[in-house]
C-alpha cells in the first residue's frame, strides 16, 4: 500500500535555505549519495532517483542564522525502501564519523536522525508493514523505543551506494508557535485527519491511514511564528493533491479561514497560522 499516492495530500519535496551550497553539495550528495538534478550558482536541487526533485538547498544573499526557538523546520524525513537500507545508511554514517542526533523504534517504523551542516534536521527512516501498526479509535500506537542495537545484522558486506532509488519524502515535522490553531488549519482546511496527540505538545496528522505525513509540535517554538528576514532553514514544502477538483476545495476553505493563497510564476502558494509556506500542487 502506498501511502504516498494518489488519493492522498501529502509532502513530496521541500526547499531549505543554507550558508554555503558547496557545503551542502558535499553532504547531500556526497555523504548522503543524492544525485544532483538541477544546480545554479544560488541552488541544488538533489533526487534519489535522479529525477524526482526531493530537496532542493537554496543560498539566498545576506542569509541569516538559524533560529532554533522559532515556528520552521523540525526536520523532513527520507523513507527508505527496506531495513536493509535503513542498516546501510546508519552504518555508512557511522564510519564516516558524521554526527548522529539519534535513533529510535516508532513501533510504526524505526529512525535514525541527523542534521545537515547548517542544523536543518533530518529523519531517515524505514516503516513496518502497515498490517503491524496498532490502531485504536483513529489513533495510532506511536511510542518512542531505543532503536533494535541489531539493525546492523542486516547487511552482507556490500559497498556503500548511496541513498537507494526508492527513497522519498515520507513526511515532514514542523514546529509551529500555536498546536490548536495549526491543528484546526491543517485539519479543517487542508483535509488531514488527526492521528496522534502529545498531550498539548505535538500532533500528527495523515491522509489515507498512514502514520503521519506531517508532526507538528511546540517543543521549541510555543508563541514564536516564522521570524523576519531570511533565515537558514526551510523556505517552503510542497504539498501535493491527488486531483484539482480537491485542490480547489482547499483553497476554498482556506479563504474562508483567511488564510491568503497568492500565485507565483504560475504556483500557488499560502501559509500556515504561524508563517510556514508551503506550495499547493498536484
Known amino acids: 500500500m502506498n501511502f504516498h499516492e494518489y488519493p ?17 553539495k558535499d553532504f547531500y550528495s556526497g555523504m548522503l549519495g543524492l544525485h544532483v538534478t538541477k544546480e545554479n550558482e544560488h541552488a541544488i536541487t538533489f533526487s534519489a532517483n535522479g529525477k ?25 524525513a527520507l523513507l527508505l525502501p527496506s531495513r536493509k537500507d535503513l542498516a546501510a545508511v546508519t552504518a555508512h554514517l557511522m564510519k564516516e564519523g558524521y554526527p548522529l542526533v539519534g535513533g529510535a523504534d516508532h513501533a510504526v517504523s524505526e529512525a535514525l536522525y541527523l542534521e545537515d551542516p547548517d542544523g536543518n534536521g533530518i529523519e531517515i527512516y524505514r516503516d513496518r508493514p502497515s498490517d503491524q501498526w496498532k490502531w485504536e479509535n483513529g489513533t495510532v500506537f506511536m511510542p518512542t523505543e531505543a532503536m533494535d542495537e541489531h ?25 509551529v508557535a500555536d498546536l490548536k490553531a495549526t491543528e484546526q488549519f491543517y485539519v479543517e482546511g487542508l483535509g488531514f485527519n488527526l492521528v496522534a496527540k502529545y498531550g498539548a505538545y505535538a500532533d500528527f496528522i495523515s491522509t489515507g491511514g498512514y502514520h503521519h505525513h506531517i508532526g507538528l509540535n511546540v517543543w ?9 528576514g531570511v533565515h537558514v532553514g526551510m523556505n517552503y514544502f510542497r504539498l501535493v493533491f491527488p486531483s484539482e477538483e480537491e ?12 488564510a491568503i493563497v497568492e500565485e507565483t510564476d504560475d504556483r500557488l502558494f499560502a501559509k500556515d497560522p504561524s508563517g510556514i509556506k508551503f506550495e499547493l500542487a498536484i
Not at 532542493?56 to 523532513?76: C, D, K, M, N
Not at 546492523?152 to 514546529?175: F, K
Open 8 to 24: 492522498n495530500i501529502y509532502v513530496d519535496q521541500v526547499n531549505v535555505y543554507v550558508n554555503n551550497l558547496g557545503r551542502s
Open 52 to 76: 524526482d526533485p526531493l530537496i532542493t538547498v537554496e543560498q539566498p544573499q545576506g542569509i541569516l542564522p538559524l533560529i532554533r526557538r522559532s515556528a520552521g523546520l523540525y526536520h523532513f
Open 247 to 258: 485542490k480547489k476545495k482547499v483553497i476554498e476553505r482556506l479563504e474562508k479561514m483567511d
Open 220 to 228: 521549541n517554538s510555543r508563541g514564536i511564528p516564522v521570524q523576519e
Open 151 to 175: 539493525l546492523l545484522d542486516e547487511l552482507d558486506g556490500e559497498a556503500w551506494a548511496g541513498l537507494p532509488e526508492g527513497t522519498i519524502m515520507g513526511h515532514l515535522h514542523l514546529q
